[in-house]
């Protein structure tokens, strides 16, 4: 699995999301892929991101990529 890193989105920081991730199968997110996405104002944001960005277990699914948007 590769990590891609991008920008936010407009609409994501108009909604106050400062980290957001995706896995895909393609190189950017699909309208069927699931998105997480952290706001500034959440509990134990540190722990989530550190979460999300731990993609090991997803190493032998159908996934490729973990698009990371901070």
Not at 1 to 21: C, H, N, P, V, W
Not at 30 to 39: G, M, N, P, V
Not at 44 to 69: A, C, E, G, H, T
């Amino acid at each position: 699995m590769r990590k891609i890193y991008k920008k936010l989105t407009k609409e994501q920081k108009d909604a106050g999301i400062i980290f957001s991730s995706c896995l895909s199968t393609e190189r950017t997110e699909q309208e069927t892929d699931t998105i997480h996405s952290l706001k500034g104002n959440e509990k134990d944001y540190l722990v989530q991101r550190k979460r999300l960005l731990n993609d090991s277990f997803f190493n032998d699914s159908p996934f490729n990529y973990n698009i990371v948007r901070n």
